[in-house]
């Protein structure tokens, strides 16, 4: 059977079975793959483990499902999808929520899934998010798991994120009759592509009745064994902006005849800058950068037309509603000036991630009393974006940072590059902070 067959054959697959509620044995595979991955066959996970439902036997539960965390992120590595196409990616999250018990499954969108775990205790019902799709990269990481479709890649680490929350459901699941409340996880669909799959999963109601959401990011700019928790602003919003400048074309020597849209378009991207620098005040966050500048065919010939487009990164709403003005304002004086006519289109994406303040400090508590003391780490926000956002916009959350990179091991590329890596022992610390979060939302200790 090739590697690919065995591996979208769930049945193949590790699978987590449960003897009883209270014995647990992850097999880990019987098809090739426990070799290749160096991982025995069988974890037995010790009994006691698994009869009580409080956080110190679940935390040292947690461990013992690292070695199928590690196998499911490296199946979705193999098999990337990039956002809205995650057919395969979904299907396999769904057959593997299904091989466990006390699961209520639903598919709220094509490509996404959520399982709902419903305790048979009272208490709240909280949300945990992991977001599911890969990006349009060539992959250039010589690894065995490295991807098997060209032109796609989990550069993000959003396999890893499935695979930490696959985990942290296979350990609850079992416990479901004790669990004092609802956890619904959430694997979501299309975070890398505006206007995401948060928003459309919210619309469809997976945020209702839910008082609580949490979610994490694999963070390769920290170094592995580290967690960082903001409080308040943590991701920007990312807008993008898109701008076409008509002049008039004409022979290169001739260039008083023609309205040249590169000298005009030159001016305007460096004029930009400024106002960041002239405009913004300094203590207000603001990133503008121009990422594509698309004119011209040949040497010796002006075009009628140039084209650029970028994204605007701000955390202050004010700020953020205030930019396409400021913007248009300078991009259509300097045309105008020289007698070009523009077209400037300004579109908004993601909310920025901001972090319930006091949710955070109760889970900057739970990292301090859970983790080695040097584990938590002060954090400085990102002008990245994430749609997690969505999420907080109907209950109050917490997005957290979990270090993967290993300057080391040359676990030093960004993400979103055809190198991108992680550093798997995250994926342990990853599952161990969000079993220890869902445990403090539902008051269990
Ligand atoms: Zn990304
Ligand atoms: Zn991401």
């Known amino acids: 059977m090739a590697e690919s067959e065995a591996y979208c054959n769930l049945r193949d697959l590790p699978v987590v079975g449960y003897t009883d509620r209270l014995h647990v044995f992850l097999r880990l595979s019987t098809n090739g793959m426990t070799s290749t991955l160096g991982l025995p066959e069988l974890v037995p996970v010790p009994p006691n483990m698994s009869t009580t439902f409080a956080a110190a036997s679940l935390l040292e539960a947690a461990e013992h499902i690292v070695p199928n965390v590690v196998v499911w992120r490296r199946h979705l590595h193999r098999h990337p999808e990039v956002a809205f196409e995650e057919v395969a990616t979904s299907q396999f999250i769904h057959d593997t ?52 479709r060209d032109g796609a890649m989990h550069a993000c680490g959003h396999d890893g994120h499935t695979a930490i929350v696959l985990g942290l459901a296979s350990l609850l699941a079992p416990h479901a009759a004790v669990v004092p409340g ?24 997976v945020m209702d009745g839910v008082s609580q959401v949490i979610g994490l990011h694999l963070w390769a700019p920290m170094p592995v064994g580290r967690i960082g928790i903001l409080a308040g602003p943590a991701m920007a919003a990312p807008d993008q902006f898109q701008c076409t400048i008509v002049g008039k074309g004409g022979h290169a020597a001739i260039p008083h005849e023609c309205v040249d849209p590169i000298a005009i378009g030159a001016q305007i991207i460096t004029a930009l800058q400024q106002v960041v620098t002239r405009t ?7 990133v503008l950068s121009v ?30 509603t205030s930019m396409p003005a400021q913007m248009e304002r300078v991009i259509r004086g300097i045309a105008e000036a020289f007698g070009a006519t523009v077209d400037f289109t300004y579109e908004h994406g993601y909310r920025p991630v901001v972090n319930d303040p006091a949710l955070t400090d109760r889970l900057r508590a739970v ?23 969505a999420y907080q916009q109907r209950a109050p959350g917490v997005f957290a940072f979990v270090g993967a990179g290993n300057t080391d091991a040359g676990i030093v590329h960004p993400h979103h590059h055809p190198r991108f890596e992680i550093d798997e022992r995250s994926l342990s610390l990853g599952l161990r902070y969000l079993t220890a979060a869902t445990l403090e939302l539902l008051s269990v200790r």
């Open 291 to 320: 990422t594509k500048f698309i004119a011209g065919t040949t040497f010796n010939v002006i075009p009628n037309s140039a084209h650029f487009a970028g994204t605007v990164r701000t955390f202050e709403p004010a700020l953020r």
């Open 182 to 205: 609802t956890v619904r996880f959430i694997f979501q669909h299309a975070e890398e592509m505006a206007p995401g799959g948060a928003e459309e999963l919210v619309q469809q109601g």
């Open 97 to 148: 929520l299904g091989s466990l018990p006390g699961l209520h499954l639903t598919r709220p969108t094509a490509t996404s899934v959520v399982a709902e775990l419903r305790g048979g205790r009272p208490g709240p019902t909280i949300a945990v998010r992991a977001d599911i799709d890969a990006l349009p990269i060539l992959e250039e990481n010589d690894v065995e798991y490295r991807s098997t």
């Open 367 to 389: 990292v301090a009393r859970t983790f080695a003391p040097d584990t938590l780490i002060d954090l400085r926000p990102t002008m990245g974006g994430e749609d997690f956002s």
């Open 280 to 286: 913004v005040d300094p203590l207000d966050p603001v």
